[in-house]
């Protein structure tokens, strides 16, 4: 009996230990959770923090198509879209264009959207104006760059107020021009053909279009964030939001 009575302080210890130890991991376990579910409801707020301070040149894959839009504030670009379905997502999931839409957290004051649920403007130039157009009617500067280097597709388009101040876009032929060319455009070389007109004769038409593929992402880095700008650090701990638009162009 008296081993036994011996015994029972050592139990106690071990209980006690035990107990302790569980808190501990149920602690680390519910900590856990709130960071997870705080990242998550972070896509849902205006207050989204900019990210420019982590931008870096890099190269990465480029999407063909995107929307950059001059503010901070993601849940309003969320609103002005009509998305469904949100959830949260990060740059790395939105890069690989499996979402509708993917808005990205905001950039040196830019929030960039990427997706397929984009309007096309080889498949309706005239959805594509309206779309643009309607979206700077509620967010102000709008700005839409296409680069396909498969069929030399490409597009520029610059509206502010629901006004087009700038826009040009190419698929097989002149689709849209409208507007001044400006400074950048010269600069870079960019060549916009008038409606019906054809490639300058001393040069191939390919050359020329690729050409203007290729500096697509030159323009969009002087008017606002070329996508490949954005520092990798940002693809898998900040998010941004993914969704679907209310009908497909």
Partial sequence: MANVGSLIPALLLVLFMGAVLGGTAITVLVLSWKRKRLAAEQVFTSGFKDASPLLTPVLLKRPTTW??????????????????NVQPCTWLEGLTGEEKLFIA?????????????LPDPADDVDICFRFLTSLSGKLGHVQFFKANRVLGHHAWVRVEGGRVVRGYAWAGKTLWNQGPETRAETEFGLKSFQYFESADETFEPSDLISANVEKVSLLAGRWSLDPASVDEHLFEHVYGIAGEPPRLY
């Fill in 105 to 117: 957290p905001p950039v040196k004051g830019w929030v960039l959207i990427i997706g397929s649920g």
């Fill in 67 to 84: 929307l950059a839009v001059r503010s901070r504030n993601v849940h309003a670009v969320q609103m002005a879209l009509g998305l469904n």
